[in-house]
């Protein structure tokens, strides 16, 4: 396993995966706040779509961080 030497590269290996865990993880909010609206199932999208977006954030991690190394 290489290790990441450069403390640059580091900084940006951990804010990229921090931006993509709150974009995909506020994005399935979002999308299960707006499904909600437009079944009338209050919070029941809500959740489904909170932990949709955890698991898409969690793969994307995993194929971000599997580039770096």
Same mark, same amino acid.
């Given at each position: 396993?290489?290790? !990441?030497?450069?403390?640059? /590269?580091?900084? $940006?290996?951990?804010?990229? !995966?921090?931006?993509?865990?709150?974009?995909?993880?506020?994005?399935?909010?979002?999308?299960? /706040?707006?499904?909600?609206?437009?079944?009338? $199932?209050?919070?029941?999208?809500?959740?489904?779509?909170?932990?949709?977006?955890?698991?898409?954030?969690?793969?994307?991690?995993? /194929? !971000?961080? /599997?580039?770096?190394?």
């Amino acid at each position: 396993m290489p290790k !990441i030497d450069n403390p640059w /590269r580091a900084v $940006t290996l951990v804010s990229l !995966i921090g931006a993509d865990m709150a974009v995909c993880v506020i994005g399935g909010v979002y999308l299960g /706040r707006y499904v909600d609206s437009l079944l009338s $199932t209050k919070p029941w999208f809500l959740m489904v779509g909170l932990l949709l977006g955890l698991g898409i954030g969690v793969y994307s991690v995993y /194929r !971000i961080v /599997r580039g770096y190394l």
